[in-house]
């Protein structure tokens, strides 16, 4: 074992070691807090952004869902290129045009 003096020296060193540690969590927190409150604040930000971006979304979709008139209108969900509902017999009468071309 040390005799007194190393001792007291020893415990001189580990209360040194204590404050500087101390210090340091003084700081990490007062970071901390400072964060905290960005993050605090840029939430307030955000809220407000969508609060204002929401309703004016919201707004411009409906205007585009109705027409000039205010009727509703309906969405197509596919097109078809090709009829659906057509008997061939129908177009057997029909003549299509001819327009002569040149080769050029």
């Given at each position: 074992m040390g005799t007194l003096r190393d001792l007291q020296y020893a415990l001189q060193e580990k209360i040194e070691e204590l404050r500087q540690r101390d210090a340091l969590?003084?700081?990490?927190?007062?970071?901390?807090?400072?964060?905290?409150?960005?993050?605090?604040?840029?939430?307030?930000?955000?809220?407000?952004?969508?609060?204002?971006?929401?309703?004016?979304?919201?707004q411009a979709h409906q205007q585009s869902s109705t027409t000039l008139h205010g009727e509703q209108r309906t969405k197509r969900q596919a097109i078809s290129a090709e009829p659906t509902a057509f008997d061939i017999q129908d177009l057997s009468h029909v003549t299509l045009p001819f327009y002569p071309k040149s080769p050029q």
């Open positions: 969590i003084d700081e990490l927190e007062l970071e901390l807090d400072q964060k905290d409150e960005l993050i605090q604040k840029l939430q307030n930000e955000l809220d407000k952004y969508r609060s204002v971006i929401r309703p004016a979304t919201q």
